[in-house]
């Protein structure tokens, strides 16, 4: 099975799940089963959802079925989309899964997830996420509900700011200086950390400075990042890539508070809830450097005019799988992520939780106050279901890291405008 379907990833997820018997069902788990004893593994992305939130998940699923089990399968962000086309599609599928936001229509739209129409009010209804719920959804049903989202934040060592005389930025252009000037009076710092491959922190220089990534017009999508408007902005990343970064050229934005807690970055632009991975305790799985939290500033990335700048909204949904065999109880493990208790336990640990009406639990500290800052202006990827094969294709990885390597904007831009149209409109 896991050969013919990456056999056909290159066609794309729906007709990847379609030859094996996924796209376009209901789901193919047998309902009756929702009762009967059973392991629910439930798949979550990277190190994102805090420990506290997993004990919480297992021992309630538990503690509510007596006899059943729940284990969490963390998976790597890295090749998520053709595990997933993978898996979903198989005899051995998960029963609950953790997808992208911006990789949650791929999916939707191939019938890889169940129905939660029947379920909607019991996990939130109307207190969902708006964007997220539209994320999930696909011909006005909802398949996978909001997980939680993030605005992306400027995280900084305050004493290598001061030492250099700057401030926190107001402009983007600002924010770019000072980043330069950092790498220079600190060699072997980045000023602003910077891996090549790390897409999702280029796109707000390409919307501030007017730009867009893809356009629509009918059913037809147009890749624009060789416009003049994303030119700028690119010719921008650069210069912060070659200037302001001595990140691995070719490296990604994996575990970025490691090289913080080295002491090798000054400025760092990531998702909200990086602040619990610098401060976790020394001596957990994924250490951190606690000892850093007086030194630790965050802010949100400025704009080209001030303000807050339009920053990539990341985050996740959850879904039940259509080939879960034990759909009832999955449901179940489902709702208990959606509850007030967890989805609690998540905004406590800087995550922007699934449901408006627990904002506050994000705190008043100055992150909180970033989030909000960062999230009024946050953006999404197109909304093509074939937008994961996009990021699947790892176009986007390699166009960056030609870019940090000095590759000429122009051109690659062109290049790569040709290979997202091809994907988006095949």
Known sequence: MRKTTLAVTALGVTAALALTGCAGGSGSGDSGSGGDDADIRVWLNGTDTPDAARDYLKTTFETDH??????????????????????????????????????????????????????YDAIGGDDLLPGFVEAGSYDGTLYAAPYYSGARLVFYKKDLLANAGLS??????????????????????????FPGQDWYNALPYIWEA??????????????????????????????????????????????????????????????????????????????????????????????ADGGAAHVFAGGSNIAVAAKSA??????????????????????ENGLVPAKLSLAGTLGTDEVATAIA????????????????DVEASGALQDFFVSIAQGGDVEQLAADLDEKIDGILNS
């Open 326 to 347: 034990h759909p009832e109880l999955a449901t179940d493990a489902l709702e208990i992520m959606l509850s007030d208790e967890y989805q609690s336990i998540l905004g």
């Open 66 to 119: 007596p006899g059943s089990t729940l284990t969490i399968e963390e998976q790597s962000w890295t090749g998520l989309v053709d595990k997933l086309t993978t898996n979903l599609s198989g005899s051995d599928s998960p029963d609950v899964v953790e997808v992208g936001n911006t990789q949650a229509a791929a999916f939707t739209s191939a019938g890889a997830f169940l129905p939660l129409t029947d379920v």
């Open 168 to 193: 926190v930025p107001t402009t983007l252009d600002e924010y770019v200086s000072n980043g330069i000037a950092l790498a220079e009076a600190n060699p072997g710092v980045s000023g602003i950390y």
């Open 373 to 388: 800052e960062a999230a009024a202006n946050s953006k999404l990827t197109p909304a093509s279901p074939k937008w994961a």
């Open 210 to 303: 007017g730009g867009e990534i893809a356009e629509q017009d009918g059913d037809t999508w147009t890749s624009t990042f060789s416009s003049p408007e994303s030119i700028e902005g690119l010719k921008q990343v650069q210069e912060v890539m070659t200037k302001a970064s001595v990140a691995a050229k070719d490296g990604n934005e994996t575990d970025p508070q490691v090289p913080f807690c080295e002491g090798v970055v000054a400025n760092l632009s990531a998702p909200s809830w990086l602040k619990g991975s610098i401060l976790a305790p020394a001596d957990a799985d994924a250490p951190g450097c606690p000892d850093q939290e007086p030194n630790l500033g965050v802010y949100a990335l400025p704009g």
